[in-house]
Nanobody, 115 residues
Framework: QVQLVESGGGLVQPGGSLRPSCAASRSIFSIYAMGWYRQAPGKQREVVATISSGGSTNYADSVKGRFTISRDNAKNTVYLQMNSLKPEDTAVYYC?????????WGQGTQVTVSS
């Protein structure tokens, strides 16, 4: 079992930045592929960015060039640097850990982009 705790969401104006983080409970964090997903009201959950155990990254087209996913295996933590935020980025952001058939989710952190 892996417990994931997100933090760092909040309210920001359009064009601003946020850096949510996700701390994992297990010291074998390094073997897990990690990801950030989001779900806006009335919409399905969608992938935002993923990072493999080896550090390879992938991004949704809507966030390419604005968001950066990174991981610190020594701290069992994954980050999502979000720049140039837009109102359409407003959603609950969820952290995901995956290893083989095992998959775990955090409780989510709210990100609201509004003036």
């Amino acid at each position: 079992q892996v417990q994931l705790v997100e933090s760092g969401g909040g309210l920001v104006q359009p064009g601003g930045s946020l850096r949510p983080s996700c701390a994992a409970s297990r010291s074998i964090f390094s073997i897990y592929a990690m990801g950030w997903y989001r779900q806006a009201p009335g919409k399905q959950r969608e992938v935002v960015a993923t990072i493999s155990s080896g550090g390879s990254t992938n991004y949704a087209d809507s966030v390419k060039g604005r968001f950066t996913i990174s991981r610190d295996n020594a701290k069992n933590t994954v980050y999502l640097q979000m720049n140039s935020l837009k109102p359409e980025d407003t959603a609950v952001y969820y952290c995901n850990a995956r290893f083989g058939a095992a998959q775990f989710w955090g409780q989510g952190t709210q990100v609201t982009v509004s003036s």
